[in-house]
């Protein structure tokens, strides 16, 4: 059975920092592209930033120089450090991995809030 359970998020100050994570059971972590979406009330959830299986990333441009996407193979666990956070990237913040070649088997994490306030 696939699990994903995301941890990290909360409230973090304008400027601040949090790490989000997103730790995997049961299928071959190293198979996956993966990516953070984020979905703000009222919007329509977007890309954050991506990852492929053979390490490639890309980021959408509202968080470049920003945000750092990386994963852990032997942890099975995909990380999104925030740095200079700011109050548009309050979301909810959801982790997707979808398999590379074979049947296409997408996954989604619960999803953790991520709320930027003073």
């Known amino acids: 059975q696939v699990q994903l359970v995301e941890s990290g998020g909360g409230l973090v100050q304008p400027g601040g920092s949090l790490r989000l994570s997103c730790a995997a059971s049961g299928i071959t972590f190293s198979r996956y592209d993966m990516g953070w979406y984020r979905q703000a009330p009222g919007k329509q959830r977007e890309l954050v930033a991506a990852?492929?299986?053979?390490?490639?990333?890309n980021y959408a441009d509202s968080v470049k120089g920003r945000f750092a996407i990386s994963r852990d193979n032997a942890k099975n666990t995909l990380y999104l450090q925030m740095n200079s956070a700011k109050p548009e990237d309050t979301a909810v913040y959801y982790c997707k991995l979808s398999l590379v070649g074979g049947f296409p088997y997408v996954y989604w994490g619960q999803g953790t809030q991520v709320t930027v306030s003073s």
């Open positions: 990852i492929t299986n053979g390490g490639s990333t």
